[in-house]
């Protein structure tokens, strides 16, 4: 299996050095433009992960606010184009759909009319074969990415790595220093925006779970991407009822999940003394976060969401995970399982960080 693993690593290495080239072989300028001189119009590739679509949105918003004369379009995919719904920092979210390959031929020729200036690669530890591709595609005529990842060839605007970085915030951050931007700077940390609709809906979802003036409001999260990320139903109800014991008159939990855990969600809420129910959709759990005092969550989407929101949270995390992809200057704790999978990750730390975070104390999210 490993040799498998490395036969594909280098297969995959091989097509992205021979497309760097071929995209270098179309570069027309060196070095960036003045964006302040006349109209841009920039295209920021993101078409992965929810996680990394929130961890961008704090670039997203400097890079569209750094000069009045850009115009920032983002590439998306449909599940991670949500987390911009209403962020007036992007002009045009352009889809581009995986799963339906048949209609990449229309998403070149939209990208192709739009005329795009510049195109901006948001992978900065790594080359992406796809990103490549789509900046060959968007015809851009100054593309930007960080330089010293083996695609030097296809930049025309490289900047260098963020010289200590470690949180993949950071990391992204050095892109900013193309648009004359400080890459250390606070402003660059995600951000979330919420419709009034939105934190009204969810401020409505936990009245009725009982919240109300001097109760604190947990939310926990039991959704995980992977297997190995997913903490067993049991203690997660051991650490709800231990709460539930310990501070049923100031404290409202609320369970959720995704559409596939509805079960998982009404065995954990009623073992833990807790409410539970469906979250219809993305959206609605960002807003649950935005208006909580507390997240407890594995390492998913809704730990970025906690960051963006300066929510505080307690995250479980596999080993060797936490310092890329933990929580990003806001506060909380992050606890690593002793072996691979989540599971090895005992209920007594958890209940006690969580115990530390509800004594810190604090308002309801700020929401971004």
Do not use: C
């Not at 690593?9 to 995209?23: D, E, G, M, P, T």
């Not at 005529?141 to 200590?164: C, N, Y």
Request: aromatic share 6%; no cysteine.
């Amino acid at each position: 299996m490993q040799i498998g693993k490395g036969l594909e690593r280098a297969w995959r290495s091989f097509w992205i050095r021979a497309v760097a080239r071929l995209v270098g072989r179309t570069r027309p300028a060196a070095g960036p433009p003045e964006w302040g001189a006349a109209p841009r119009r920039v295209l920021f590739l993101r078409p992965d992960r929810i996680g990394d679509m929130i961890l961008s949105t704090g670039l997203i918003r400097a890079i569209a606010e750094s000069h009045p004369t850009i115009v920032l379009d983002v590439l998306a995919a449909p599940g991670n184009a949500r987390v911009l719904r209403e962020d007036r920092h992007v002009h045009e979210v352009v889809l581009f759909e995986r799963s339906k390959p048949w209609t990449i031929p229309g998403l070149v020729r939209t990208l192709r009319r739009a005329r795009y200036d510049a195109v901006i690669d948001p992978m900065p530890t790594a080359a992406s074969l796809t990103t490549l591709l789509f900046m060959l595609a968007s015809g851009a005529r100054h593309r930007v990415g960080v330089s010293g990842r083996g695609i030097d060839d296809a930049l025309t605007v490289p900047v260098p790595p963020r010289a200590g970085a470690q949180h993949l915030a950071e990391h992204l951050s050095a892109l900013a220093a193309a648009f004359g931007l400080d890459p250390a700077s606070p402003a660059l940390r995600p951000r979330l925006t919420l419709a009034d609709d939105e934190r009204a809906r969810a401020d409505a979802r936990w009245r009725a779970a009982g919240a109300g003036p001097g109760r604190r409001r947990l939310l926990v999260n039991v959704s995980a991407g992977k297997p190995r990320r997913r903490w067993p139903d049991g203690n997660f109800a051991e650490v709800l009822r231990r709460l539930h014991e310990a501070h049923s008159e100031r404290l409202t939990t609320l369970v959720i999940g995704g559409p596939a855990e509805g079960e998982s969600v009404a065995r954990i809420a009623r073992l833990g003394g807790a409410a539970g129910g469906e979250t219809p959709g993305l959206r609605d759990a960002f807003a649950l976060v935005a208006t909580a005092d507390l997240v407890l969550t594995p390492d998913t989407s809704l730990s970025h969401a906690a960051s963006a929101f300066r929510v505080p949270a307690v995250v479980l995390f596999n080993p060797g995970y936490a310092g890329t992809w933990g929580l990003y200057h806001s506060p909380g704790r992050e606890l690593s399982s002793p072996r691979h999978e989540l599971s090895s990750l005992p209920p007594n730390p958890v209940l006690e960080a969580v115990e530390e975070m509800l004594n810190e104390g604090r308002g309801t999210g700020d929401g971004g």
